[in-house]
């Protein structure tokens, strides 16, 4: 993390041309050229530094005003509204309202609040989150994903949106992002998780539309809820169970401990390539198990990280990666995608926030 992944990405993810972020980078390290920058990958960007910073690190901080200042320069629209997609040189290309994106404009603002207190970062979650609330609910609970209003729903920038009002409660103390998580956790249970499984998509009327199954989002709402009942107190580890036991049940190649990239209702496999970050993904769910319960994590850890470790990030060069295999372990991507730094780090910061409890462990 601070060694490699970190020192690399703030020497060649960084755009000194035209200011923000790249989008990707090559396996050996350079720019490829992509044409455009995700609003999403900048926010995660800025989160990186800004994690990065309050673990220590001290190049972060620079690095996070750095990129907000670009962020609000350039993708702000108004008060709390955002762009979707900016070009290389920084224009808007892309104006859609997007929860996906504001769930993320505010999870880069309050960490960057909560290393430096700045009031222009604070303002920015507030009135973003504003916007969501104000603008983008929708009939039926939960909120719109784009507008103008479409006809789906989707889950996964509602799960997103959870996050980054948990770290905004947390950052913040502004009851809001609290009112905020409940209704999103309230949403998980009734309309998202079916007593077994996660969806992923569903029409005007919340019923699921047939999409696969996503293993790994199984796994980061683990994360979520465990983290929801540590600030609330209440109550939610049986949820956090099940969608870890289907997961582990159905999403996992018992091969080679890869998690699936899709699986059908019925946990039959869909797609068995697999992303790094649905890996990322099981360890924060087993170290988020592994706190709430006590079970021991050191299995399915050891598996992780073998494989990350010995495929993933084998043979690259140090802080890069191969970002997805098929089942057979044959590389499906080249370029190096900066929107998987956000999980890789998160994921390590769990494990070194952990480490010490697991170290403890009988026979550790």
């Not at 499906?332 to 170290?359: G, N, W």
């Amino acid at each position: 993390m601070f060694d490699a992944a970190l020192p690399i990405w703030a020497e060649r993810g960084v755009d000194r041309t035209h200011g923000g972020f790249y989008e990707e980078l090559s396996a050996s390290g350079e720019d490829t050229g992509c044409a455009f920058k995700r609003v999403r990958v900048i926010c995660r960007q800025i989160y990186v530094f800004a994690h990065g910073a309050h673990l220590g690190w001290s190049p972060g901080e620079a690095l996070s005003q750095k990129g907000f200042h670009y962020l609000q320069a350039h993708a702000q629209l108004g008060p709390g509204e955002w762009a979707k997609c900016l070009s290389r040189a920084g224009d808007v290309i892309d104006r859609t309202t997007d929860l996906y994106d504001f769930a993320f404009i505010i999870f880069a603002a309050v960490w960057r609040y909560s290393i430096s207190g700045d009031a222009a970062a604070r303002r920015c979650a507030v009135d973003t989150l504003e916007f969501v609330r104000g603008r983008l609910r929708a009939p039926g609970g939960g909120f719109a994903h784009t507008l103008p209003f479409g006809r789906d729903r989707l889950q996964d920038p509602h799960m997103h949106l959870a996050e980054a009002c948990l770290f905004g409660f947390e950052a913040l103390g502004d009851e809001r992002f609290l009112e905020t998580a409940k209704e999103l956790v309230d949403l998980f249970k009734i309309r998202f998780f079916d007593g077994q499984t996660l969806g992923e998509a569903f029409d005007l009327n919340w019923n699921r539309t047939g999409v696969p199954l996503q293993p790994g989002h199984h796994l980061e709402w683990a994360w979520i809820l465990v983290e929801f009942q540590r600030l609330t107190s209440q109550d939610v580890s049986a949820y956090a169970k099940a969608i870890v036991d289907f997961a582990e049940r159905h999403g996992v190649n018992p091969q080679t401990g890869a998690v699936y990239d899709a699986v059908d209702g019925d946990g039959h496999v869909t797609r068995s390539s697999s992303r790094i970050w649905t890996n990322t993904e099981r360890l924060k769910a087993t170290l988020a198990l592994f706190e709430l319960t006590g079970a021991d994590p050191r299995p399915v850890l050891t598996s992780v990280l073998r494989l990350i470790f010995g495929r993933y990030f084998a043979g690259q060069i140090p802080g890069l990666w191969v970002d997805q295999f098929s089942a057979d372990g044959a590389p499906m991507s080249t370029a190096v995608p900066a929107s998987c730094v956000y999980h890789i780090f998160l994921a390590f910061a769990e494990l070194l926030r952990l480490e010490p409890k697991i170290r403890a462990l009988p026979g550790a």
